[in-house]
Nanobody
Framework: QVQLVESGGGLVQPGGSLRLSCALS????????MAWYRQAPGKQRELVAG???????NYVDSVKGRFTISRDNAKNTVYLQMNVLKSEDTAVYYC?????????WGQGTQVTVSS
């Protein structure tokens, strides 16, 4: 059974940085495309960044140049480095794993950007 466990959320001031981590267990991590989504209050969940099993990445326009997604197959972990955080980045961030059309989700981690 695939499980995803996120960590690294918290409260940060505007302009600050956070790094989110998501560890996958129960399957072969390197076979999965991984992604980070977020959902702000009253808004739909949106894709923030994705990384394929081969390491290709994509980002939503609003985070390009500020966020970096990466993966460490030896540690079964995907990361989201978030820099120059803005108040509009406040949301619950969810880790997602995808393989052959099957999606798995983590429990979410809260990121709050506020002074």
């Amino acid at each position: 059974q695939v499980q995803l466990v996120e960590s690294g959320g918290g409260l940060v001031q505007p302009g600050g940085s956070l790094r989110l981590s998501c560890a996958l267990s129960g399957s072969i991590f390197s076979m999965y495309a991984m992604a980070w989504y977020r959902q702000a209050p009253g808004k739909q969940r949106e894709l923030v960044a994705g990384i394929t099993s081969a390491g290709s990445t994509n980002y939503v326009d609003s985070v390009k140049g500020r966020f970096t997604i990466s993966r460490d197959n030896a540690k079964n972990t995907v990361y989201l480095q978030m820099n120059v955080l803005k108040s509009e980045d406040t949301a619950v961030y969810y880790c997602n794993a995808k393989q052959l059309g099957v999606y798995y989700w983590g429990q979410g981690t809260q990121v709050t950007v506020s002074s």
